[in-house]
């Protein structure tokens, strides 16, 4: 058998020091083309498990979506029923309604998101209330009450007045009793043309506490 020989190598400084730049360029390479390949395994991961989760996803929406209108049109007859039996009038204006079962254990919740919205109209008011706060003297106390009409009428990111602020509007404009401020704020109240954003349901059960516990109806909720 023969014996294996090894051979010694002699270099000098300067080769060793180009053998060892070698061979850190070499791992560096090496290393990088380890970290492109494990990211384009991890871009491609991504890929599969979205084409197998956005499904499934759309069609639990589905479901969701399904379900909560078959409640709503179930409690939409209940609704022509109450009117019906109670004599009153289901008003187009009221967000909300809210049904509890007999041992008060179980109750649900329907009813609409509104955004602030109005007429062209609204404009005719605001001039008019302008008109009046500036027709006002230059002094302290009117300042005072310019600025906070001013602050009343200020819009939000969506350019849309807020309700809220109009109510706060005709207290000022109540407590000032000057007829014009007061047609203006009327104008701008006449004007108001909310807009159903979406519906909600809201279902909730009694716990063992007799605490009201929400029953999750949404992915990020159960």
């Keep these: 058998m023969e014996e294996m020989k090894q051979t010694t190598v002699v270099m000098t400084a300067e080769e060793k020091a180009e053998f060892e730049a070698f061979q850190q360029e070499k791992a560096r390479k090496a290393a990088e083309e380890k970290a492109r390949k494990d990211r384009d395994v991890y871009k491609q991961m991504v890929d599969d498990e979205l084409e197998r989760s956005i499904p499934v996803l759309f069609g639990i ?68 209330v302008k008109e009046y706060i500036e027709s006002l003297a230059n002094d302290e106390k009117t300042k005072s009450l310019v ?55 809201r279902a909730e059960v009694k716990n063992d506490n007799g605490m009201w516990v929400a029953i999750p109806l949404g992915m990020t909720e159960a």
């Design 61 to 128: 929406s589905g479901q969701i979506k399904e379900s909560k209108q078959q409640v709503m049109d179930n409690f939409r007859a209940i609704l022509e029923m109450k009117a019906d039996l109670f004599k009153t009038k289901v008003k187009d204006d009221q967000r909300s309604h809210t049904f509890t079962n007999s041992t008060g254990d179980k109750r649900i919740t329907l009813g609409v998101y509104v955004t602030d919205g109005y007429r062209d109209t609204v404009e005719d008011g605001i001039a008019i």
């Design 147 to 201: 600025n906070m009409v001013l602050r009343l009428l200020a819009r939000d990111a969506k350019g849309t007045l807020k309700a809220s602020r109009i109510v706060q509007l005709r207290k000022v404009a109540m407590e000032t009793g000057n007829e014009r401020f007061m047609e203006g704020v009327q104008i701008i109240e006449d004007s108001y043309q909310p807009e159903v954003s979406k519906q909600f349901i």
